[in-house]
């Protein structure tokens, strides 16, 4: 059965979680692999609208299996307050959720030392989502994290603990004047987390290759974006995990052979959250109509998310860089009685066409989209069940940001709720998804 990696192949925010919960359906696992509650999948269905930061949006299919892996960062607060939350709504979690020993925690600290560090940046500020998701990869990357596992046997928490606080609260009182952090209170709440977490901690890896073994098929969830990717995305105004598709298998331990398809999910317009380059954005009348009618404020932090045109350069970068064979286009409905729409194809770099996006994008001078303009449409694509139903305005709006991006639609999706769903025709998608 084919397994399919799902990304964002802009800057978060695509509607990967809609596109999650609907192709749940047809998968048995759903698996996430990295980031952590700094993202937020937004799913509607039956007029009720979830949110979920860590738990995959596949919880919300009844017996299907979700995983966090080991190349997620989880903070036990937030994770038990996801479950709990699911729970009173009479969605259940025990024995469907499944925790990787080996991820790594978010622990107080790493709130103190992403606080000072931000603050520290002043104007240069990444705009984080304050999750404590940075230090908690740093501390990976250092050696010096604190896993799951660590925190089910007591004496390792506290040797971690002592340790770690040894460095961090010197690094807080000096370089960032902030207060430092106790150890006993972190040890004791951890062993609460750790007491908790026993009944979902899993060697996942060994989990999804018994699943694969069986025949059942998995779907993997990306969090944030293709440009928020620490390698690919707009360094250093990116997170600070592996967003793309290269993250799945790290991320969960399943070999890169084991991903049968890459499908990128994309807004038809573009939005970014916190600071960084987007070459689209619009700064008038129109950008806050994309707002508005988007209701683009983040999922997570609810701050007003940038908007701007469909970026070409971005998109085919995206399907480079994540092997996309598969785009599903979201949001194309907020696009209704936008004329003309522009499509960005290149950008000029200081007065020279640029196809690429360039490594120095957040230092270039000058970054200015070369756009084309694309008629816009009477009417609304809303309701439509089938693409010969969108005007044909629409669909030649579709077929251009395919023909820029290098990559063909699979779906496009005309609203929020879990139905508001347009299946192209002859895409890949019908061999990915049987
Ligand atoms: P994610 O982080 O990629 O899962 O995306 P978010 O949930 O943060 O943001 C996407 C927003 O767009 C959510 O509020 C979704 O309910 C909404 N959404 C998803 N697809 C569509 C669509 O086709 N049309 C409209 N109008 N809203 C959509
Ligand atoms: P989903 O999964 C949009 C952005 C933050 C900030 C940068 C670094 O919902 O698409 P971090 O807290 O990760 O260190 O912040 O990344 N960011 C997101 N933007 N969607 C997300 O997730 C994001 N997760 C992080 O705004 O600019
Ligand atoms: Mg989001």
């Given at each position: 059965m084919p397994n399919l990696a799902l990304v964002g192949t802009q800057w978060g925010d695509e509607g990967k979680g809609k596109i999650v919960d609907w192709l749940a359906e047809r998968f048995d696992v759903i698996a996430r692999y990295q980031g952590g509650n700094n993202a937020g999948h937004t799913v509607i269905y039956d007029g009720v609208k979830q949110v979920l930061h860590l738990v995959p949006s596949g919880i919300l299919r009844p017996g299907k299996e979700c995983i966090i892996g080991n190349g997620v960062v989880?903070?036990?607060e937030a994770l038990f307050k996801e479950i709990d939350r699911l729970e009173e709504q009479g969605i259940a979690t025990r024995g469907r959720l499944w925790v990787s020993d080996r991820a790594h925690l978010i622990l107080p600290y790493h709130h103190g030392i992403e606080l000072g560090s931000e603050q520290r940046r002043?104007?240069?500020a990444i705009g984080t989502t304050s999750r404590g998701i940075g230090p908690a990869y740093q501390d990976k990357m250092a050696r010096s994290g604190i896993r799951a596992i660590d925190c089910v046997d007591r004496d390792v928490l506290a040797r971690k603990v002592r340790a770690n606080l040894g460095v961090v609260n010197d690094l807080l009182h000096h370089l960032y004047d902030r207060p430092p952090f106790d150890a006993d209170e972190i040890i004791e709440q951890y062993t609460h987390w750790g007491e908790r977490l026993a009944e979902y901690l899993a060697d996942t890896s060994v989990r999804l290759h018994t699943a694969m073994g069986e025949g059942r098929n998995i779907l993997f969830e990306g969090a944030q974006g293709t440009h928020l990717d620490v390698d690919h995305g707009t360094y250093p105004f990116v997170t600070s995990s592996s967003a793309t598709a290269g993250g799945v298998s790290s991320?969960?331990?399943?070999?890169?052979n084991r991903v049968d398809g890459v499908l990128g999910v994309t807004?038809?317009?573009?939005?970014?959250?916190?600071?960084g380059p987007m070459p689209t954005q619009l700064d008038d009348e129109?950008?806050?109509?994309?707002r508005d009618v988007g209701q683009e404020y983040g999922a997570t932090t609810g701050r007003p998310r940038r908007c701007g045109w469909f970026d070409g350069v971005a998109a085919r970068y995206a399907v480079r860089v994540n092997g996309?064979?598969?785009f599903v286009v979201t949001k194309l409905d907020v696009l209704d009685s936008i004329d003309p729409l522009r499509i960005c194809v290149a950008y000029e770099v200081d007065g020279v066409r640029c196809e690429e996006m360039p490594a120095n994008i957040t230092s270039a001078t000058t970054i200015t989209p070369i756009y084309e303009d694309c008629p816009g449409w009477e009417g609304s694509v809303i309701g439509a069940r089938s693409p010969e139903e969108f005007p044909a305005e629409a669909r030649a709006y579709l077929a251009r940001i395919a023909e820029v991006s290098g990559c063909p639609i699979g779906i496009a999706s005309n609203g929020a709720d879990r139905e508001a769903i347009v299946m192209?025709?002859?895409?890949?998608l019908d061999v990915l998804v049987p």
């Open positions: 989880v903070d036990p002043g104007e240069h991320g969960l331990g399943v070999g890169p807004k038809a317009y573009t939005t970014r959250v916190g600071s129109v950008g806050q109509q994309l996309c064979d598969v192209m025709p002859d895409s890949p």
